[in-house]
């Protein structure tokens, strides 16, 4: 693999692990805020 | 009245002017929460798929350039964080503008929830960017007036992400954070126009400009293709984090209720 590849793919991989990462961590937050919602007050099944 | 407490207000809080008017529908949380919970799954779905129909366009089907060879692959990833980055920011403003002048409460959770995210494109930008610049220019940053303001649009960013949380109270922190914003506003054009300002390393727009796209097609599609994907992406992140950020407030009021109501019957 040649250098300027490595540079490419490095770049990639960066931008593709932090927004999934970020995307990973938002969706379980959103899951767990909507369960705790929902145990707590049976109208916040309706909304979340 | 903080901003937590307006964010649990069970109806509508009156319209301060006519702009606002239809913007405070979506004040009430149990109205966003409905609507924008539709939406959400398909913004997951439809970015995922526009995201991986870019990285293949990107990696494996695009041209190589002329004078560039196979790098300038890092384009695909580097131009749409580029774009995000100062879009983000303007979105971010205009956020802080509502919050300003409407006291908004969803503005201000949005961009308590943005700004996070914002730091983090512009800091892939930022090094996406030094990966472009070793092989094409020899070293990895250089302190020109393009990539000096992109720094200083990250330390906005994160500045911003800092000071919303600094404080005890949510709604003083919020408008500390809107200030700062708006301020900060300042620098967008500074980075967008500091290739044509001043003489830098870094090339001139060949996309955002007022004359025809200086790329061929075949590099400008799969660019176009991956701008819109992570932008969908970008989108459902914050949305996710700011409808997680409502529920939570809303599950912390709830249970200092029923703290309230256990304590009053003891």
Not at chain 2, 113 to 118: A, F, H, I, K, Q
Not at chain 2, 193 to 201: A, E, Y
Not at chain 2, 206 to 221: E, G, K, Q
């Amino acid at each position: 693999m040649s250098s300027h590849w490595a540079h490419i793919l490095a770049s990639w991989a960066l931008v593709g692990l932090a927004f999934a990462m970020l995307g990973v961590g938002a969706f379980f937050r959103h899951r767990a805020a909507a369960a705790m919602l929902k145990r707590l007050d049976p109208r916040g099944e309706r909304d979340a | 009245m903080s901003a937590s407490d307006r964010t649990n207000e069970p109806t509508d809080p009156a319209p301060r002017a006519d702009a606002g008017r239809s913007l405070h529908r979506f004040a009430n949380p149990g109205r966003f929460l409905r609507l924008t919970g539709g939406w959400l799954p398909w913004l997951w779905a439809a970015a995922l798929a526009v995201t991986g129909l870019g990285a293949v366009w990107a990696l494996a089907f695009s041209p190589t350039d002329w004078q560039q060879g196979e790098t300038v692959r890092i384009m695909y990833v580097h131009v749409p964080m580029a774009w995000l980055a100062m879009g983000g920011y303007m979105g971010l403003a205009i956020l802080s503008l509502m919050s300003l002048i409407w006291r908004h409460p969803l503005a201000d959770l949005t961009a308590r929830e943005l700004s996070p995210v914002g730091a983090a494109v512009t800091a892939l930008c930022l090094a996406t960017g030094s990966l472009w610049g070793k092989p094409m220019w020899g070293t990895w940053w250089v302190w020109d007036a393009r990539l000096t303001s992109v720094l200083v649009l990250f330390f906005l960013w994160l500045g911003h992400a800092a000071l919303v949380r600094a404080f005890d109270d949510p709604e003083r922190g919020a408008r500390a954070g809107a200030i700062l914003a708006l301020v900060g506003v300042v620098n967008v054009p500074i980075v967008k126009f500091s290739v044509d300002w001043w003489n830098t390393l870094h090339q001139p727009a060949s996309v955002t400009r007022i004359a025809a796209p200086a790329m061929h097609v075949d590099m400008l599609y799969p660019l176009l293709v991956n701008a819109l994907g992570f932008s969908l992406l970008f989108a459902a992140i914050v949305l996710a984090a700011t409808r997680a950020a409502v529920m939570e407030r809303r599950v912390r009021a709830l249970q200092m209720a029923r703290a309230r109501r256990a304590e009053a019957a003891a």
